[in-house]
């Protein structure tokens, strides 16, 4: 079993920068993929990005290019979810997941193919 848990999230003004964090514990067997997805109120959870074993390939939704940028150490067992330039749109729950993969570069998007998740972490942009 691992366990993941994310912090960072806060109400913030659009705008602000914010950094989430996702701490992983347990039985990890070597690094994971990992992503972060979120999900507002009253829509479907989706991805926002994700990024491979190793780090070397990324994933971005179309909307968070350019602003989101996604890290991982894996000597502390952490991913990182950098935020600029938020937006009121960017508010929702968001949620660290990871994924036991011997594919180092592989990028997994589909949450149904993560089986491990964070209880989540509330990001909430006023305007």
């Known amino acids: 079993q691992v366990q993941l848990v994310e912090s960072g999230g806060r109400l913030v003004q659009a705008g602000d920068s914010l950094r989430l964090s996702c701490a992983a514990s347990g039985r990890t067997f070597g690094p994971p993929a990992m992503a972060w997805f979120r999900q507002a109120p009253g829509k479907e959870r989706v991805v926002v990005a994700a990024?491979?074993?190793?780090?070397?390939?990324?994933y971005y939704l179309d909307s968070v290019k350019g602003r989101f940028t996604i890290s991982k150490d894996n000597a502390k067992n952490t991913v990182y979810l950098q935020m600029n330039s938020l937006k009121p749109e960017d508010t929702a729950i968001y949620y660290c997941a990871a994924k036991p993969t011997t594919r180092s570069s592989f990028v997994y998007t589909p949450n149904n193919q993560y089986p491990y998740w964070g209880q989540g972490t509330q990001v909430t942009v006023s305007s």
């Open positions: 990024i491979s074993s190793t780090g070397s390939n990324t």
